[in-house]
């Protein structure tokens, strides 16, 4: 089954009734309009099925929320509920904090994106790349966070990222490396762990200038709002 454009329900996968696509005999109700919104909407230049896995291909884009994802090769299944993306993908999210009066944004790259779309996780393997942008309404303040690693698994609910293998951390003005880091957004906390490494500068209080300072240890903990770090 190909066209120039398809459109994807997840939460509907393939109801449409595909179940009565495939069928026998022709349903007579197969383009059953849904009562409530889809979760998720993916967009693709071609779409095949075969036992209930679709796979799509060509300018992939799946929509769910707050989180875009992009893609030239998709694998999607229906239940359990989840997205297999490779071939260049991107995942993108934005948020907003009004209590905080900003925009948080998180762009990541890798070799292949696995999005349990049930359990609000995702899985990215090789490769790994994101960057975490904060902007104030006002434009006044903007800050960001590039963060490597080999792989990484997130957890939308509690706004939690664990990145291992080859990790390495920077800002503007900081750098840090590790195996392991935890990063939380929501308190702006970075926890290297195993051989942790950090660059900073922090002010000398006899001068009043900035003075780089070196932190190693098991485990180094950053906030990248303040910029303290703390090693144990």
């Known amino acids: 089954m190909k ?36 979760d998720m909407v993916i967009t693709a230049n071609t779409m095949s099925v075969k036992d209930g896995i679709a796979t799509l291909e060509g300018s992939v884009k799946a929509t769910r929320d707050t989180d875009i994802l992009t893609c030239n090769r998709a694998i999607v299944s229906e239940s359990p509920q989840w997205v297999l993306a490779s071939l260049t993908p991107k995942l993108y999210r934005k948020e907003i904090v009004t209590d905080l009066k900003l925009h948080r944004e998180m762009h990541l790259e890798a070799r292949n994106i696995f999005y349990d779309v049930d359990a609000g996780k995702f899985n990215a ?9 904060e902007k104030s309404w006002d434009l006044a303040t903007y800050s960001w966070v590039l963060i490597t690693a080999d792989a990484m698994a997130g957890y939308k609910d509690s706004n939690r990222l664990i990145f291992s293998g080859n990790v390495r951390i920077k800002d503007k003005e900081h750098f840090g490396r590790g195996n392991r880091l935890d990063y939380m957004k929501d308190s702006n906390t970075a926890i290297l762990s195993g051989d942790a490494f950090v660059e900073t500068t922090e002010r000398n209080a006899k001068t009043g200038k900035l003075e780089k300072r070196t932190i190693e240890g098991q485990k180094i903990t950053y906030n990248t709002e303040t910029k303290e770090a703390t090693s144990e």
């Not at 120039?4 to 309009?33: H, K, M, V, W």
């Not at 393997?125 to 942008?133: F, P, Y």
């Open 3 to 38: 066209s120039s454009r398809f459109i994807l329900i997840t939460t509907y996968i393939l109801l449409f009734n595909l179940g009565a696509l495939l069928a026998q005999e022709p349903a007579s109700d197969t383009f059953d309009i849904p009562k409530r919104p889809p």
């Open 125 to 133: 393997s090789d490769s790994v790349s994101v960057r975490l942008e």
